[in-house]
C-alpha cells in the first residue's frame, strides 16, 4: 500500500482507517466515506487496470490530500469498469512502464 496525506508522516491511525476503507470496498459503496486523515465523509474509491492481468484500488479524499493505493493480487470484489479513473490509470500505466524490473509473472 502506499499513501500520501497532508500530515508529513503516515499514524498507525491512518493505517487502520485506510483498512478500514479497504474491508468498505466488500461492500460496494464508492463515494463518501468517512476519512481516515481528516474525517469528512469525502473519500472515493476508484479502480485502474493498467495492464492485462494488473489492478490496482484507490483512496482518494475530496477534503485533503489523502490518497491510497492497494496493489491488488487480481480483479478487486465489486470491480466494475465503470469506477475506473482515466487519470489514475494512466498514472499507474506510466509507474508499469518504468519499472525497473518486469513485474513477476502469475
Ligand atoms: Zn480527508
Known amino acids: 500500500m502506499q499513501t500520501q496525506s497532508s ?9 487502520l ?5 479497504w474491508s468498505q ?3 460496494g459503496v464508492f463515494d463518501s466515506l ?3 486523515s481528516c474525517h469528512h465523509r469525502s473519500v472515493s474509491i476508484w ?3 493498467p495492464r492485462a492481468d494488473q489492478y490496482r484500488t484507490w483512496f482518494i479524499c475530496k477534503q ?4 491510497a493505493r492497494f ?6 470484489k465489486n470491480y466494475t469498469e465503470a469506477r475506473i479513473n482515466e487519470h489514475l490509470q494512466a498514472h499507474d500505466s506510466e509507474c508499469l512502464a518504468r519499472a525497473r524490473f ?3 509473472p502469475r
Open 64 to 67: 485533503c490530500r489523502l490518497e
Open 47 to 49: 479502480f485502474t487496470h
Open 34 to 36: 468517512e476519512c481516515p
Open 17 to 21: 482507517g485506510i483498512n478500514r476503507l
Open 7 to 15: 500530515g508529513s508522516y503516515i499514524t498507525k491511525d491512518l493505517i
Open 71 to 76: 496493489i491488488n493480487s487480481g480483479p478487486p
Open 102 to 104: 518486469p513485474w513477476p
Open 25 to 27: 470496498t466488500d461492500g
